[in-house]
DNA sequence: CTGAATGGATAGCGGCACTCTCTACTATCC
DNA sequence: GGATAGTAGAGAGTGCCGCTATCCATTCAG
Protein backbone atom coordinates (compact mmCIF):
# COMPACT_ATOMS: atom_id res chain seq x y z
CA UNK A 1 0.00 0.00 0.00
CA UNK A 2 2.66 2.35 0.66
CA UNK A 3 4.42 1.67 -2.90
CA UNK A 4 0.30 2.89 -4.43
CA UNK A 5 1.45 6.23 -2.76
CA UNK A 6 4.70 6.54 -4.06
CA UNK A 7 3.59 5.31 -7.27
CA UNK A 8 0.82 8.05 -6.75
CA UNK A 9 3.79 10.70 -6.22
CA UNK A 10 5.69 9.81 -9.07
CA UNK A 11 3.00 10.31 -11.36
CA UNK A 12 2.60 7.14 -12.08
CA UNK A 13 -1.41 6.18 -11.40
CA UNK A 14 -3.33 9.39 -11.43
CA UNK A 15 -4.72 10.64 -8.55
CA UNK A 16 -8.20 9.45 -7.32
CA UNK A 17 -11.41 11.47 -7.38
CA UNK A 18 -11.63 13.21 -3.64
CA UNK A 19 -15.00 12.63 -2.11
CA UNK A 20 -13.77 14.09 0.73
CA UNK A 21 -10.26 16.15 1.90
CA UNK A 22 -9.18 12.73 3.48
CA UNK A 23 -11.24 9.98 1.14
CA UNK A 24 -10.32 9.41 -2.29
CA UNK A 25 -12.02 6.74 -4.43
CA UNK A 26 -10.56 4.98 -7.06
CA UNK A 27 -12.18 3.09 -9.76
CA UNK A 28 -11.52 0.18 -12.00
CA UNK A 29 -9.30 2.03 -14.20
CA UNK A 30 -6.59 2.92 -11.20
CA UNK A 31 -6.64 -1.09 -10.44
CA UNK A 32 -6.09 -1.38 -14.08
CA UNK A 33 -3.36 0.85 -14.48
CA UNK A 34 -1.76 -0.35 -11.40
CA UNK A 35 -1.14 -3.59 -13.02
CA UNK A 36 0.06 -2.06 -16.27
CA UNK A 37 3.00 -0.40 -13.86
CA UNK A 38 3.47 -3.68 -12.02
CA UNK A 39 3.70 -5.26 -15.07
CA UNK A 40 6.36 -3.39 -16.88
CA UNK A 41 7.90 -2.85 -13.77
CA UNK A 42 7.70 -7.02 -12.56
CA UNK A 43 8.55 -8.76 -15.87
CA UNK A 44 9.31 -5.46 -18.39
CA UNK A 45 12.31 -5.02 -15.75
CA UNK A 46 11.76 -1.35 -16.91
CA UNK A 47 12.58 1.56 -13.89
CA UNK A 48 10.13 4.28 -12.61
CA UNK A 49 11.23 6.98 -15.12
CA UNK A 50 11.12 4.59 -17.98
CA UNK A 51 7.80 3.71 -17.09
CA UNK A 52 6.14 7.01 -16.77
CA UNK A 53 7.68 7.67 -20.22
CA UNK A 54 5.84 4.43 -21.79
CA UNK A 55 2.42 5.72 -19.63
CA UNK A 56 2.76 9.26 -21.24
CA UNK A 57 3.10 7.69 -24.70
CA UNK A 58 0.46 6.09 -23.81
CA UNK A 59 -1.47 8.59 -22.80
CA UNK A 60 -1.41 10.90 -25.53
CA UNK A 61 -4.24 11.07 -27.41
CA UNK A 62 -3.34 12.86 -30.87
CA UNK A 63 -1.31 10.43 -32.34
CA UNK A 64 -1.87 7.78 -34.78
CA UNK A 65 -1.27 4.06 -33.24
CA UNK A 66 2.29 3.91 -35.72
CA UNK A 67 3.48 6.73 -33.82
CA UNK A 68 2.33 5.69 -30.40
CA UNK A 69 4.14 2.48 -31.02
CA UNK A 70 7.18 4.18 -32.39
CA UNK A 71 6.81 6.14 -29.23
CA UNK A 72 7.00 3.32 -26.99
CA UNK A 73 9.68 1.74 -28.47
CA UNK A 74 11.90 4.57 -27.97
CA UNK A 75 10.85 5.03 -24.57
CA UNK A 76 11.92 1.27 -23.25
CA UNK A 77 14.96 0.98 -25.70
CA UNK A 78 17.69 2.43 -23.18
CA UNK A 79 20.19 4.18 -25.04
CA UNK A 80 23.25 2.08 -23.56
CA UNK A 81 26.42 4.50 -23.05
CA UNK A 82 28.27 1.92 -25.51
CA UNK A 83 30.52 4.19 -27.56
CA UNK A 84 29.40 3.22 -31.29
CA UNK A 85 31.78 0.82 -33.59
CA UNK A 86 31.93 2.73 -37.19
CA UNK A 87 31.85 -0.86 -38.76
CA UNK A 88 29.23 -1.88 -37.03
CA UNK A 89 26.74 1.17 -37.91
CA UNK A 90 27.86 0.12 -41.11
CA UNK A 91 26.33 -3.19 -40.74
CA UNK A 92 23.03 -1.50 -39.27
CA UNK A 93 22.73 0.34 -42.40
CA UNK A 94 23.82 -2.25 -44.98
CA UNK A 95 21.01 -4.28 -43.05
CA UNK A 96 18.33 -1.39 -43.68
CA UNK A 97 19.72 -1.25 -47.08
CA UNK A 98 19.28 -5.38 -47.52
CA UNK A 99 15.52 -4.60 -46.46
CA UNK A 100 14.43 -1.41 -48.31
CA UNK A 101 14.15 0.66 -45.69
CA UNK A 102 14.20 4.17 -45.32
CA UNK A 103 17.87 5.11 -45.45
CA UNK A 104 18.82 5.37 -42.04
CA UNK A 105 21.51 8.01 -42.51
CA UNK A 106 21.77 8.31 -39.04
CA UNK A 107 21.92 5.73 -36.38
CA UNK A 108 21.73 7.52 -33.46
CA UNK A 109 18.17 9.04 -34.60
CA UNK A 110 16.35 6.50 -33.21
CA UNK A 111 16.94 4.20 -29.67
CA UNK A 112 16.23 1.21 -31.59
CA UNK A 113 19.24 1.53 -34.26
CA UNK A 114 20.81 3.25 -31.88
CA UNK A 115 20.40 -0.20 -29.74
CA UNK A 116 21.11 -2.35 -32.54
CA UNK A 117 24.18 -1.01 -33.22
CA UNK A 118 25.83 -0.48 -30.40
CA UNK A 119 24.96 -4.27 -29.69
CA UNK A 120 26.84 -4.78 -32.81
CA UNK A 121 29.76 -2.58 -31.52
CA UNK A 122 30.53 -4.52 -28.24
CA UNK A 123 29.82 -7.84 -30.47
CA UNK A 124 33.19 -6.72 -32.37
CA UNK A 125 34.78 -5.46 -29.14
CA UNK A 126 34.87 -8.85 -28.05
CA UNK A 127 35.84 -10.43 -31.65
CA UNK A 128 32.98 -11.07 -32.87
CA UNK A 129 32.77 -9.31 -36.37
CA UNK A 130 30.59 -11.38 -37.63
CA UNK A 131 27.66 -11.50 -35.53
CA UNK A 132 25.77 -9.32 -37.86
CA UNK A 133 25.26 -12.15 -40.54
CA UNK A 134 22.40 -13.48 -37.64
CA UNK A 135 20.67 -10.16 -38.71
CA UNK A 136 19.11 -11.55 -42.00
CA UNK A 137 18.17 -15.21 -39.88
CA UNK A 138 16.46 -13.15 -37.30
CA UNK A 139 14.43 -11.27 -39.52
CA UNK A 140 13.50 -13.48 -41.01
CA UNK A 141 12.20 -15.45 -38.32
CA UNK A 142 10.91 -12.56 -36.17
CA UNK A 143 8.30 -11.77 -39.90
CA UNK A 144 6.55 -14.30 -38.26
CA UNK A 145 6.61 -13.30 -34.85
CA UNK A 146 5.80 -9.87 -35.51
CA UNK A 147 2.94 -11.00 -37.64
CA UNK A 148 1.70 -13.51 -35.03
CA UNK A 149 2.07 -9.98 -32.48
CA UNK A 150 -0.11 -8.07 -35.12
CA UNK A 151 -2.58 -10.79 -35.00
CA UNK A 152 -2.96 -10.86 -31.58
CA UNK A 153 -3.27 -7.22 -31.31
CA UNK A 154 -6.11 -6.58 -33.99
CA UNK A 155 -7.93 -9.07 -32.11
CA UNK A 156 -8.35 -6.60 -29.73
CA UNK A 157 -11.82 -4.27 -29.08
CA UNK A 158 -11.25 -1.08 -28.18
CA UNK A 159 -8.38 1.69 -29.08
CA UNK A 160 -7.29 1.61 -25.32
CA UNK A 161 -6.91 -1.89 -25.48
CA UNK A 162 -5.38 -1.91 -28.73
CA UNK A 163 -2.90 0.38 -27.30
CA UNK A 164 -2.25 -1.61 -24.21
CA UNK A 165 -2.16 -4.98 -26.19
CA UNK A 166 0.67 -3.24 -28.08
CA UNK A 167 2.86 -2.57 -24.90
CA UNK A 168 1.87 -5.82 -23.00
CA UNK A 169 2.71 -7.49 -26.04
CA UNK A 170 5.95 -5.70 -26.77
CA UNK A 171 7.33 -5.72 -23.09
CA UNK A 172 6.00 -9.30 -21.80
CA UNK A 173 6.41 -10.76 -25.29
CA UNK A 174 9.92 -9.78 -24.65
CA UNK A 175 10.63 -11.60 -22.09
CA UNK A 176 8.63 -14.63 -23.24
CA UNK A 177 10.26 -14.51 -26.53
CA UNK A 178 13.62 -14.71 -24.00
CA UNK A 179 12.49 -17.66 -22.70
CA UNK A 180 11.26 -19.57 -25.71
CA UNK A 181 14.49 -18.65 -27.22
CA UNK A 182 16.41 -20.67 -24.43
CA UNK A 183 14.20 -23.78 -24.89
CA UNK A 184 14.54 -23.67 -28.42
CA UNK A 185 18.44 -23.60 -27.89
CA UNK A 186 18.02 -25.86 -25.81
CA UNK A 187 16.43 -27.96 -28.03
CA UNK A 188 18.97 -27.44 -30.57
CA UNK A 189 21.88 -28.29 -28.69
CA UNK A 190 20.71 -31.35 -27.63
CA UNK A 191 19.46 -33.02 -30.80
CA UNK A 192 23.27 -31.72 -32.11
CA UNK A 193 25.67 -32.52 -28.76
CA UNK A 194 23.04 -33.57 -26.38
CA UNK A 195 23.18 -35.55 -23.29
CA UNK A 196 20.39 -35.41 -20.74
CA UNK A 197 17.74 -32.50 -20.33
CA UNK A 198 18.44 -29.36 -19.73
CA UNK A 199 15.86 -27.36 -17.31
CA UNK A 200 17.22 -27.61 -14.22
CA UNK A 201 20.98 -27.89 -14.97
CA UNK A 202 23.40 -28.82 -12.62
CA UNK A 203 24.64 -25.60 -11.17
CA UNK A 204 27.93 -24.43 -10.51
CA UNK B 1 40.41 2.01 -13.95
CA UNK B 2 39.40 2.03 -9.89
CA UNK B 3 36.46 0.16 -11.26
CA UNK B 4 39.19 -2.69 -12.75
CA UNK B 5 40.06 -3.02 -9.10
CA UNK B 6 36.55 -3.68 -8.09
CA UNK B 7 36.12 -5.83 -10.58
CA UNK B 8 39.38 -7.64 -9.30
CA UNK B 9 37.66 -7.82 -5.68
CA UNK B 10 34.42 -8.62 -6.32
CA UNK B 11 36.34 -11.66 -8.52
CA UNK B 12 35.36 -10.85 -11.88
CA UNK B 13 38.71 -11.20 -13.09
CA UNK B 14 41.03 -13.24 -11.97
CA UNK B 15 44.22 -11.85 -10.29
CA UNK B 16 47.09 -10.39 -12.44
CA UNK B 17 50.63 -12.16 -12.01
CA UNK B 18 52.48 -10.78 -9.16
CA UNK B 19 55.72 -9.23 -10.63
CA UNK B 20 56.45 -7.77 -7.38
CA UNK B 21 54.41 -7.44 -4.10
CA UNK B 22 53.45 -3.84 -6.04
CA UNK B 23 53.29 -4.77 -9.80
CA UNK B 24 50.98 -7.37 -11.71
CA UNK B 25 50.93 -8.35 -15.16
CA UNK B 26 48.05 -8.86 -16.78
CA UNK B 27 47.83 -10.28 -20.27
CA UNK B 28 45.26 -10.68 -23.53
CA UNK B 29 43.17 -13.05 -21.31
CA UNK B 30 42.80 -10.69 -18.68
CA UNK B 31 41.45 -7.88 -21.38
CA UNK B 32 39.34 -10.29 -23.22
CA UNK B 33 37.40 -11.23 -19.75
CA UNK B 34 37.32 -7.40 -18.91
CA UNK B 35 35.05 -7.20 -22.56
CA UNK B 36 33.27 -9.68 -21.92
CA UNK B 37 32.30 -8.41 -18.22
CA UNK B 38 31.78 -5.01 -19.71
CA UNK B 39 29.53 -7.04 -22.69
CA UNK B 40 27.27 -8.05 -19.99
CA UNK B 41 27.03 -5.67 -18.14
CA UNK B 42 26.36 -3.12 -20.23
CA UNK B 43 24.69 -4.71 -23.18
CA UNK B 44 22.99 -7.83 -21.10
CA UNK B 45 22.01 -5.82 -18.62
CA UNK B 46 23.09 -7.93 -16.22
CA UNK B 47 24.56 -7.51 -12.29
CA UNK B 48 27.41 -7.54 -10.84
CA UNK B 49 26.35 -10.59 -8.99
CA UNK B 50 24.81 -12.22 -12.08
CA UNK B 51 28.27 -12.00 -14.23
CA UNK B 52 29.33 -13.61 -11.61
CA UNK B 53 27.54 -16.54 -11.87
CA UNK B 54 27.92 -16.82 -15.98
CA UNK B 55 31.53 -16.74 -15.52
CA UNK B 56 31.40 -19.37 -12.68
CA UNK B 57 29.45 -21.46 -15.30
CA UNK B 58 31.60 -20.58 -18.19
CA UNK B 59 34.87 -21.48 -15.98
CA UNK B 60 33.90 -24.11 -14.75
CA UNK B 61 35.42 -27.16 -16.71
CA UNK B 62 34.56 -30.57 -16.41
CA UNK B 63 30.79 -30.39 -17.71
CA UNK B 64 29.49 -30.63 -21.28
CA UNK B 65 28.46 -27.94 -23.69
CA UNK B 66 25.08 -28.67 -23.19
CA UNK B 67 25.42 -28.69 -19.60
CA UNK B 68 27.00 -25.20 -19.98
CA UNK B 69 24.66 -23.26 -22.02
CA UNK B 70 21.99 -24.87 -19.54
CA UNK B 71 23.58 -23.33 -16.50
CA UNK B 72 24.27 -20.44 -18.42
CA UNK B 73 20.54 -19.73 -19.21
CA UNK B 74 19.85 -20.60 -15.40
CA UNK B 75 22.27 -17.88 -14.66
CA UNK B 76 20.75 -14.96 -16.39
CA UNK B 77 16.99 -15.50 -15.90
CA UNK B 78 16.32 -13.99 -12.86
CA UNK B 79 13.43 -15.65 -10.91
CA UNK B 80 11.60 -12.08 -10.69
CA UNK B 81 9.52 -12.42 -7.37
CA UNK B 82 5.89 -12.67 -9.35
CA UNK B 83 3.68 -14.94 -7.96
CA UNK B 84 2.47 -17.77 -10.65
CA UNK B 85 -1.08 -17.85 -11.60
CA UNK B 86 -2.29 -21.72 -11.92
CA UNK B 87 -3.50 -20.86 -15.47
CA UNK B 88 -0.46 -19.64 -16.63
CA UNK B 89 1.48 -22.82 -15.45
CA UNK B 90 -1.27 -25.00 -17.13
CA UNK B 91 -0.19 -22.80 -20.48
CA UNK B 92 3.34 -23.72 -20.06
CA UNK B 93 2.97 -27.41 -19.53
CA UNK B 94 0.12 -27.91 -22.37
CA UNK B 95 3.06 -25.91 -24.47
CA UNK B 96 5.66 -28.04 -23.72
CA UNK B 97 3.25 -31.09 -24.00
CA UNK B 98 2.78 -29.66 -27.25
CA UNK B 99 6.23 -29.74 -28.34
CA UNK B 100 6.73 -33.67 -27.28
CA UNK B 101 9.34 -31.97 -24.31
CA UNK B 102 9.84 -33.62 -21.23
CA UNK B 103 7.25 -33.67 -18.98
CA UNK B 104 7.86 -30.56 -17.06
CA UNK B 105 6.49 -31.46 -13.71
CA UNK B 106 7.74 -28.53 -12.09
CA UNK B 107 7.70 -25.46 -13.93
CA UNK B 108 10.20 -23.40 -10.89
CA UNK B 109 12.52 -26.21 -11.58
CA UNK B 110 14.28 -24.00 -14.16
CA UNK B 111 14.34 -20.53 -14.23
CA UNK B 112 13.82 -20.34 -17.96
CA UNK B 113 9.91 -21.82 -17.57
CA UNK B 114 9.53 -20.28 -14.15
CA UNK B 115 10.41 -16.86 -16.44
CA UNK B 116 7.99 -18.00 -18.77
CA UNK B 117 5.38 -18.91 -16.53
CA UNK B 118 5.58 -15.67 -14.33
CA UNK B 119 5.37 -13.84 -17.47
CA UNK B 120 2.31 -15.62 -18.67
CA UNK B 121 0.60 -15.33 -15.49
CA UNK B 122 1.12 -11.00 -15.60
CA UNK B 123 -0.22 -11.39 -18.90
CA UNK B 124 -3.23 -12.83 -17.25
CA UNK B 125 -3.49 -10.55 -14.92
CA UNK B 126 -3.89 -7.56 -16.83
CA UNK B 127 -6.56 -9.51 -18.34
CA UNK B 128 -4.40 -10.99 -21.53
CA UNK B 129 -5.64 -14.34 -20.89
CA UNK B 130 -4.82 -16.10 -24.50
CA UNK B 131 -1.44 -14.12 -24.66
CA UNK B 132 -0.16 -18.22 -24.69
CA UNK B 133 -1.56 -18.64 -28.03
CA UNK B 134 1.38 -16.77 -29.30
CA UNK B 135 3.99 -19.21 -27.80
CA UNK B 136 3.28 -21.67 -31.13
CA UNK B 137 4.39 -18.84 -33.49
CA UNK B 138 6.92 -17.94 -31.22
CA UNK B 139 8.69 -21.21 -31.36
CA UNK B 140 8.37 -21.06 -35.10
CA UNK B 141 10.22 -18.26 -35.20
CA UNK B 142 12.73 -19.22 -32.83
CA UNK B 143 13.31 -22.77 -34.27
CA UNK B 144 14.59 -20.53 -37.41
CA UNK B 145 16.59 -18.43 -35.25
CA UNK B 146 18.13 -21.07 -33.16
CA UNK B 147 19.34 -22.70 -35.98
CA UNK B 148 21.59 -19.77 -36.98
CA UNK B 149 22.78 -19.08 -33.54
CA UNK B 150 24.00 -22.51 -33.90
CA UNK B 151 25.41 -22.43 -36.51
CA UNK B 152 27.14 -18.95 -35.87
CA UNK B 153 28.31 -21.03 -32.83
CA UNK B 154 29.63 -24.29 -35.12
CA UNK B 155 31.93 -21.37 -37.00
CA UNK B 156 33.79 -20.86 -34.45
CA UNK B 157 37.16 -22.70 -33.64
CA UNK B 158 38.40 -23.70 -30.01
CA UNK B 159 36.55 -24.89 -27.03
CA UNK B 160 36.94 -21.50 -25.59
CA UNK B 161 35.43 -19.17 -28.19
CA UNK B 162 32.80 -21.76 -28.80
CA UNK B 163 31.88 -21.01 -25.33
CA UNK B 164 31.93 -17.35 -25.08
CA UNK B 165 30.07 -17.31 -28.47
CA UNK B 166 27.42 -18.83 -26.44
CA UNK B 167 27.29 -16.49 -23.93
CA UNK B 168 27.57 -13.78 -26.05
CA UNK B 169 25.02 -15.61 -28.69
CA UNK B 170 22.42 -15.50 -25.95
CA UNK B 171 23.02 -12.23 -24.15
CA UNK B 172 24.00 -9.89 -27.16
CA UNK B 173 21.77 -11.94 -29.11
CA UNK B 174 18.73 -11.06 -26.54
CA UNK B 175 19.37 -7.29 -27.49
CA UNK B 176 19.50 -8.14 -31.21
CA UNK B 177 17.01 -9.69 -31.24
CA UNK B 178 14.92 -7.41 -29.07
CA UNK B 179 15.95 -4.31 -31.54
CA UNK B 180 15.18 -5.94 -34.83
CA UNK B 181 11.62 -7.18 -33.29
CA UNK B 182 10.87 -3.40 -32.76
CA UNK B 183 11.78 -2.45 -36.39
CA UNK B 184 9.68 -5.81 -37.48
CA UNK B 185 6.78 -4.17 -35.29
CA UNK B 186 7.71 -0.83 -37.18
CA UNK B 187 7.19 -2.68 -40.54
CA UNK B 188 4.20 -4.54 -40.05
CA UNK B 189 2.64 -1.74 -38.37
CA UNK B 190 3.39 0.49 -41.23
CA UNK B 191 2.70 -1.87 -43.72
CA UNK B 192 -0.95 -2.00 -42.34
CA UNK B 193 -2.05 1.41 -40.12
CA UNK B 194 1.01 3.21 -41.57
CA UNK B 195 2.08 6.51 -42.13
CA UNK B 196 5.42 7.83 -42.34
CA UNK B 197 8.53 6.61 -40.60
CA UNK B 198 8.19 5.15 -37.52
CA UNK B 199 12.15 5.42 -36.71
CA UNK B 200 12.37 9.07 -34.55
CA UNK B 201 8.65 9.10 -33.91
CA UNK B 202 7.97 12.00 -32.23
CA UNK B 203 8.12 11.65 -28.48
CA UNK B 204 5.59 13.30 -26.07
C1' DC C 1 -16.57 12.51 21.91
C1' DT C 2 -13.27 9.18 21.10
C1' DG C 3 -10.58 6.08 18.37
C1' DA C 4 -9.27 4.28 14.02
C1' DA C 5 -8.24 5.33 9.45
C1' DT C 6 -6.87 8.23 5.31
C1' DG C 7 -4.54 11.66 2.29
C1' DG C 8 -0.60 14.32 1.76
C1' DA C 9 4.13 15.41 2.58
C1' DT C 10 8.87 14.67 4.37
C1' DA C 11 12.46 11.95 5.81
C1' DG C 12 14.81 7.64 6.14
C1' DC C 13 16.53 2.98 4.61
C1' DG C 14 18.86 -0.75 2.11
C1' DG C 15 21.06 -2.36 -1.97
C1' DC C 16 24.04 -1.74 -5.76
C1' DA C 17 27.79 -0.16 -8.59
C1' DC C 18 31.15 2.27 -8.22
C1' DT C 19 34.76 5.70 -6.42
C1' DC C 20 37.88 7.65 -2.95
C1' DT C 21 41.31 7.36 0.26
C1' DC C 22 44.81 5.47 2.95
C1' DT C 23 48.77 2.49 3.75
C1' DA C 24 52.76 -0.01 2.52
C1' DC C 25 55.66 -0.79 -0.65
C1' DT C 26 58.75 -0.40 -4.98
C1' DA C 27 60.77 1.25 -9.24
C1' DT C 28 62.93 5.03 -11.29
C1' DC C 29 65.03 9.29 -12.30
C1' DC C 30 68.23 12.56 -10.89
C1' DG D 1 71.29 7.83 -2.18
C1' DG D 2 67.30 10.36 -1.90
C1' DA D 3 63.09 12.35 -3.78
C1' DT D 4 59.25 11.29 -6.69
C1' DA D 5 55.92 8.80 -8.75
C1' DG D 6 53.48 4.85 -9.20
C1' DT D 7 50.93 0.37 -7.70
C1' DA D 8 48.47 -3.34 -4.97
C1' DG D 9 45.27 -4.10 -1.66
C1' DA D 10 41.59 -3.05 1.49
C1' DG D 11 38.02 -0.30 3.78
C1' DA D 12 35.06 3.47 3.83
C1' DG D 13 32.29 6.71 1.36
C1' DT D 14 29.00 8.29 -2.54
C1' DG D 15 25.00 8.75 -5.38
C1' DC D 16 21.03 6.86 -7.16
C1' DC D 17 16.91 4.16 -7.00
C1' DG D 18 12.92 1.99 -5.24
C1' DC D 19 10.61 1.81 -1.78
C1' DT D 20 9.10 2.35 3.51
C1' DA D 21 8.19 4.76 7.83
C1' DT D 22 6.69 8.67 10.24
C1' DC D 23 4.03 12.71 11.03
C1' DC D 24 0.08 15.69 10.93
C1' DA D 25 -4.50 17.31 10.02
C1' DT D 26 -8.79 15.79 8.92
C1' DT D 27 -12.70 12.96 9.11
C1' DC D 28 -15.77 9.29 9.62
C1' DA D 29 -17.80 5.35 12.58
C1' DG D 30 -19.73 4.11 16.75
Same mark, same amino acid.
Given at each position: ?????????????????????????? @????????????????????? !???????????????? =?? &??????? %?????????? #???????? @?? %?????????? #?? +????????? &? /?????? =??????? &?? &??????? $??? #??????????? @??? +?????????? #? +? /?????? !??????????????? %?????? !?? @????? $?? =???
Amino acid at each position: MPTIKYYLREGLLPAGVLTSPNQAHY @DEEHLRRLRLVRALVDVGGLS !IALVREVLAAIDTRDE =SL &HNKLGAV %QEAISQPSAV #ELDPLAVK @DV %QAFFARQGET #EC +ADVTESNVT &H /MLAAAL =SVARLIG &HD &HFHDLLD $PYL #EGLKIIAQADV @DYI +AGRGSRDDVI #E +A /MVVGTL !IGDTVLKAVRRLAHA %QVSRAV !IG @DGPVG $PA =SRN
